[in-house]
């Protein structure tokens, strides 16, 4: 026999402070391991630390919590779209605790993270999920969060990127 939680409406929606860096990053490798992935984690606490409540935040944090334990996080960030003018949130992770799951925890902090893009003058949302992670997938289509059949995420890290960074550009060609 299956068990779901009910919904609680003692969900707890709260910015993210410097001291729940420790969480937060405990939080993003729970993450990495939960799609199979932990190795590709690098960061650490002083980094979360520096880069989202340093002089020059590059990140923002929603913290879930329920009848005062950590039940959820969502890590976004500003970005704009150049098509249509305007700003919007980019969702770099969103993740909520098993034992917390069903209790529409991840849509609390979504909705949340959109409202807070709407009351800035933001018109969008944009996330990417991992393609082997069918569960979050139809979370985000439940929601009206939809694939995108015109992009595709391109990236480039670590030597390949210092690489491309430090090279020259060859300006005659």
């Not at 969480?23 to 729970?30: D, E, K, V």
């Not at 925890?105 to 800035?120: P, S, T, Y």
């Not at 670590?158 to 060859?170: C, H, L, S």
Request: net charge negative; proline share 5%; hydrophobic share 40%.
């Amino acid at each position: 026999m299956t068990v779901t939680n009910p919904p609680s409406r003692d969900i707890l929606i709260r910015p993210g402070t410097v001291e729940d860096v420790e969480t937060i990053h405990a939080t993003i490798l729970r993450l990495g391991t939960h799609i199979g992935a932990p190795e590709e984690i690098v960061s650490t606490a002083d980094d979360l630390r520096t880069y989202g409540f340093g002089e020059k935040p590059s990140f923002s944090t929603l913290i879930a919590e329920v009848g005062g334990e950590f039940a959820g996080l969502c890590l976004h960030f500003p970005i704009f779209s150049t098509w249509m003018g305007r700003p919007g949130v980019y969702v770099q992770d969103l993740y909520v605790e098993d034992r917390f799951r069903g209790r529409r925890i991840g849509e609390h902090l979504l909705r949340r993270v959109a409202r807070e893009c709407r009351k800035d003058g933001g018109v969008y949302l944009r996330l990417s999920v991992d393609t082997d992670n069918v569960t979050a997938r139809a979370f985000y289509e439940r929601l009206g969060i939809a694939w995108s059949n015109y992009e595709q995420v391109q990236k480039i890290v670590g030597e390949a990127f210092f690489a491309f960074a430090d090279a020259p550009v060859d300006e005659g060609k």
